[in-house]
């Protein structure tokens, strides 16, 4: 049952290896540039993202079907605490006062769009994806209101940090809250399906064209001296506790599948890359983040797949 397990989840894993190594190939070769990697961030991050979203939504969101909607968002939310929980106890073992914020930012916070996005899609049946993505956008909504003014608190060292509301209801959150009230309202029976069907044909191309993204951000990323051992305990905390944890709850409590399996990824998935972003916003010297979003990303190739294969191995023995 593992093996098996095991043998799918690699599979899919390296097929999003592969769409990164392309956006990593095309910015080492200079071929995407800083402006182009920019524009090609906004394009998904404010374009073709919420468009997904919102056309997934309408297609195949509806109260009925998911009564229990409003449970993913606050999901989200408990994820973070638990993630800030772990992050909270392993940050003991780093020493200097600025690497041990930049350190929880990295346990607290996942790649919970992307990657989750691409693993979804390559894992799972049609049928179960469509469900799947629906939890995730709604998911989304929670993480990322969240996200930005926890994250934006904790790497700026200062209660003083200035809030910026367009951070808040991003793109891609807007799309979502927009997507639901339009069902609730029963406006998507007026779209027309001509309107709906290139709207789905661009936000298709946001899975390939995030993964892009995320393999040049990689590229960009200069590991400077390693500290191997912030490295270590982000990796135990964040590639090994957190999904080890995710994988007992979701069996204790015998979640359904596609749940437990969105509980499970969201623990498990290297951290945020917009963390980043948002220390050079704020003008913060970059001690360990750069430094953790690689090696994360790098080992969780490893590390999901064992994971995934564990609950799978479960779900077919169920």
Same mark, same amino acid.
């Given at each position: 049952?593992?093996?098996?397990?095991?043998?799918?989840?690699?599979?899919?894993?390296?097929?999003?290896?592969?769409?990164?190594?392309?956006?990593?190939?095309?910015?080492?070769?200079?071929?995407?540039?800083?402006?182009?990697?920019?524009?090609?961030?906004?394009?998904?991050?404010?374009?073709?993202?919420?468009?997904?979203?919102?056309?997934?939504?309408?297609?195949?969101?509806?109260?009925?079907?998911?009564?229990?909607?409003?449970?993913?968002?606050?999901?989200?939310?408990?994820?973070?605490?638990?993630?800030?929980?772990?992050?909270?106890?392993?940050?003991?073992?780093?020493?200097?006062? !600025?690497?041990?914020? !930049?350190?929880?930012?990295?346990?607290?916070?996942?790649?919970?769009?992307?990657?989750?996005?691409?693993?979804?899609?390559?894992?799972?049946?049609?049928?179960?994806?469509?469900?799947?993505?629906?939890?995730?956008?709604?998911?989304?909504?929670?993480?990322?209101?969240?996200?930005?003014?926890?994250?934006?608190?904790?790497?700026?060292?200062?209660?003083?940090?200035?809030?910026?509301?367009?951070?808040?209801?991003?793109?891609?959150?807007?799309?979502?809250?927009?997507?639901?009230?339009?069902?609730?309202?029963?406006?998507?029976?007026?779209?027309?399906?001509?309107?709906?069907?290139?709207?789905?044909?661009?936000?298709?191309?946001?899975?390939?064209?995030?993964?892009?993204?995320?393999?040049?951000?990689?590229?960009?990323?200069?590991?400077?001296?390693?500290?191997?051992?912030?490295?270590?305990?982000?990796?135990?905390?964040?590639?090994?506790?957190?999904?080890?944890?995710?994988?007992?709850?979701?069996?204790?409590?015998?979640?359904?599948?596609?749940?437990?399996?969105?509980?499970?990824? !969201?623990?498990?998935?290297?951290?945020?890359?917009?963390?980043?972003?948002?220390?050079?916003?704020?003008?913060?010297?970059?001690?360990?983040?750069?430094?953790?979003?690689?090696?994360?990303?790098?080992?969780?190739?490893?590390?999901?797949?064992?994971?995934?294969?564990?609950?799978?191995?479960?779900?077919?023995?169920?």
């Amino acid at each position: 049952m593992f093996a098996e397990a095991f043998k799918t989840t690699a599979s899919a894993v390296a097929q999003i290896l592969l769409l990164g190594a392309i956006g990593y190939f095309l910015k080492k070769r200079n071929i995407l540039s800083d402006a182009g990697l920019d524009g090609l961030s906004h394009l998904v991050i404010d374009v073709t993202l919420p468009i997904l979203i919102f056309v997934q939504l309408i297609k195949d969101f509806n109260f009925k079907v998911y009564p229990d909607w409003w449970v993913f968002p606050l999901l989200s939310i408990g994820i973070t605490a638990l993630a800030l929980i772990v992050g909270i106890i392993f940050i003991g073992f780093i020493r200097d006062g !600025q690497k041990r914020l !930049q350190f929880l930012s990295l346990v607290t916070f996942q790649n919970s769009g992307y990657l989750p996005l691409a693993m979804f899609v390559a894992l799972l049946p049609a049928y179960k994806a469509g469900a799947m993505l629906i939890y995730l956008f709604l998911f989304l909504i929670g993480f990322n209101l969240v996200m930005w003014p926890l994250a934006v608190y904790i790497l700026s060292f200062s209660k003083r940090a200035k809030f910026e509301f367009h951070n808040l209801l991003n793109p891609p959150v807007i799309a979502a809250i927009l997507g639901v009230v339009v069902v609730f309202l029963g406006w998507d029976r007026l779209i027309p399906g001509l309107a709906v069907k290139p709207l789905k044909l661009a936000g298709d191309c946001t899975l390939p064209l995030a993964m892009f993204v995320v393999g040049a951000d990689l590229a960009k990323i200069k590991i400077g001296h390693f500290d191997r051992n912030a490295m270590s305990w982000m990796v135990l905390a964040k590639l090994i506790v957190l999904p080890a944890l995710g994988l007992w709850l979701v069996l204790k409590l015998r979640l359904p599948e596609l749940t437990g399996l969105l509980i499970l990824l !969201q623990l498990a998935v290297p951290p945020a890359t917009s963390l980043s972003v948002i220390a050079r916003h704020y003008k913060k010297e970059d001690l360990i983040i750069s430094q953790g979003i690689f090696f994360g990303h790098i080992l969780s190739i490893i590390t999901i797949p064992v994971f995934l294969s564990l609950y799978f191995a479960w779900a077919m023995i169920r």
